[in-house]
């Protein structure tokens, strides 16, 4: 598992991807790896020059893409993706994340909350 997957941990080359920062890595059930980069992607903070802009339409549409390939590469179906929301949403709690950040987490924490979410991106 990757367990730190998004945009900026992928580098390009002559049209040869990289994926980098594996610091975190470990093994385990993709299922959770999946998961946390759906939360991660979703509710992360903007930065920089995005911080005051709400892009939550725009990375619903990347995460739909960025499921949508993954899955059709594995044999992996959404509610397994589903039942992990809200273990690697309880498990972010712990970093040091904004208070919006961690108001969406909690609401994760819900199974159904995370059914809705996951049932949203397919």
Not at 11 to 27: E, H, P, R
Not at 29 to 37: N, V
Not at 51 to 63: E, G, M, Q
Not at 92 to 104: D, G, I, V
């Amino acid at each position: 598992l990757h367990w730190d997957f998004h945009p900026m941990n992928v580098l390009v080359k002559n049209d040869t991807y990289f994926i980098i920062d594996w610091i975190g890595a470990s093994s385990g059930d993709p299922s959770a790896d999946i998961a946390r980069t759906v939360i991660v992607l979703l509710f992360s903070k903007n930065e920089g020059i995005l911080k005051n802009l709400d892009l939550y339409a725009v990375r619903k549409v990347f995460v739909k893409y960025y499921l949508s390939e993954t899955l059709s590469l594995r044999n992996i179906s959404n509610s397994e993706i589903q039942k992990w929301i809200p273990f690697v949403a309880a498990a972010r709690l712990s970093e040091n994340l904004s208070k919006p950040e961690k108001n969406n987490l909690l609401e994760l924490i819900d199974q159904e909350n995370a059914r809705a979410l996951v049932d949203s991106l397919f």
